[in-house]
């Protein structure tokens, strides 16, 4: 953006806010907007300094609102099939997202990861990585710190690491990470894309601007990725990652350990026996954030140090605690059938699985497909309680009990656990209607679970 530019910023949430700020620390005016004509002005005005350059609009967007707009910048929550989009668009104003106006204000070199799983542990063990290099490190994006935030900051010498969604890459410019990295792509969000064919299209928009020079970390046991990663048209270099193949370059599993080939050598990277973060799918994070890592120059034996030190992040397959034998986990992250697939796999032994949310149009027959053996009691909340009991049934699983609320669900589990079983939420589905987000849900399963 230029400077002295009359900006609107579609969002209240924390990176629209963040955003905003950017803006004015940079010479412009907002026209910050929420479609929501519930909130008060006052209370938005008040993220900023008294007397701030910025106009407050809510409810439906009019024409007249847009006079002397130039830009857009625009919440990922925001549908580019919104009525809003279209009046905005109407008044021919570019419309870029959070990450693109914090990409052409900011400064050092980037590395930017998506995928529709994994990308908040491979995001903060990335930066951790690269904090044992740079003192100049920022984690920033999905995983919790807006990216604008900490715009103002950088420096040439910065690095920073950037989880990025499918929804921020809709409305990318010349956002051009050093480093990219795709770990997986599942289906997820169709009901915003619409089609899988839109939305691996949008996951590989984080490549679009890189050039060579750069790299792109791609998972070779992923065939839309292995197919995208042997495109002749492809400009990054390609570092490969596998935790099922033995790949003559790239990283990739021998025996219980991590390691890196290049050229025929070998060079271990990490027992995984010795790391704190569980399962397959996690040894993929851990492969790609030390791709990243290297990349960028870090010692192996430095990220080695990291990667057996790190802990897991929070809401992604997190202990809680053991009681009366019990081991009590919380993945709430598990917002789709895939993720949830991998913390169900992650498991020591018997499960009661806690799952059911808003329903983001998904499939639950492949994740109910590794229920027998594992899961012991289904126990649904929320929305898509129905569709997957439904979905359950048709696979032959008939031990499911519904609950009204989180407290209940984790009372019937702890009523119905043994000695030696797990209790696990996973909810494959979103977070919204029963609560704010997926943290939300999260800390409330773990304040229940606290409780008994």
């Not at 009046?87 to 900011?106: M, R, S, T």
Request: with cysteine; net charge negative; aromatic share 8%.
């Amino acid at each position: 953006m230029n400077k002295s530019q009359k900006v609107l910023i579609a969002g209240t949430g924390v990176s629209g806010i963040a955003a905003a700020r950017l803006v004015l620390e940079r010479g412009g005016e907002v026209v910050l907007y929420d479609g929501n004509a519930a909130l008060k002005d006052e209370t938005l005005k008040a993220n900023f300094e008294e007397g701030a350059r910025v106009n407050v609009v809510l409810g439906d967007i009019k024409r007249t609102d847009l006079l002397g707009v130039e830009l857009c910048i625009i919440s990922p929550g925001i549908s580019l099939d919104s009525p809003f989009v279209a009046v905005v668009d109407d008044a021919k104003i570019p419309i870029l997202g959070e990450i693109e106006l914090a990409y052409q204000c900011g400064c050092g070199r980037l590395a930017a990861i998506t995928g529709t799983n994994g990308k908040t542990t491979t995001t903060a063990l990335a930066g951790e990585i690269l904090k044992a290099k740079y003192e100049e490190t920022f984690v920033v994006g999905n995983i919790g710190e807006p990216y604008t935030a900490r715009v103002l900051e950088m420096t040439d010498n910065s690095v920073t690491v950037a989880e990025v969604s499918s929804f921020q890459l809709e409305t990318i410019m010349d956002f051009r990470p050093n480093v990219s990295a795709i770990l997986n792509i599942t289906p997820d969000h169709l009901n915003r894309h619409k089609t899988m064919e839109n939305y691996i299209r949008i996951k590989e928009c984080i490549t679009m601007n890189q050039r060579p020079g750069d790299t792109v970390v791609l998972n070779y046991d992923d065939p839309f990725l292995r197919e995208f990663g042997q495109s002749p048209e492809l400009a990054p270099k390609v570092v490969w990652f596998s935790s099922r193949e033995s790949l003559k370059d790239g990283f990739c599993m021998d025996g219980d350990n991590i390691v890196y080939r290049e050229n025929g050598r070998a060079e271990a990277v990490a027992d995984v026996r010795r790391m704190k973060l569980l399962g397959r799918h996690n040894y993929e994070n851990v492969m790609a954030a030390a791709a990243i890592g290297r990349e960028f120059g870090v010692p192996m034996a430095e990220i080695t140090r990291v990667i057996e030190a790190f802990q897991p992040v929070e809401h992604r397959i997190e202990f809680v605690r053991e009681r009366t034998g019990v081991r009590y986990y919380n993945d709430s992250k598990g917002t789709n059938p895939d993720a949830a697939i991998q913390a169900l796999r992650a498991m020591p032994g018997p499960t009661l699985l806690i799952a059911g949310g808003y329903d983001k149009n998904s499939e639950y027959d492949k994740w109910i497909s590794e229920f027998p053996g594992k899961v012991k009691h289904l126990v649904l909340i929320g929305q898509t309680r129905d569709k997957i009991a439904e979905s359950a049934k048709r696979h032959g699983f008939t031990e499911i009990m519904y609950a009204e609320d989180m407290k209940e669900a984790v009372q019937v589990c702890a009523v119905y656990a043994e000695i030696g079983d797990s209790v696990l939420l996973s909810p494959a589905c979103a977070s919204w209607g029963m609560f704010k987000d997926y943290e939300e849900r999260g800390r409330v399963f773990k304040e229940c679970v606290m409780e008994l």
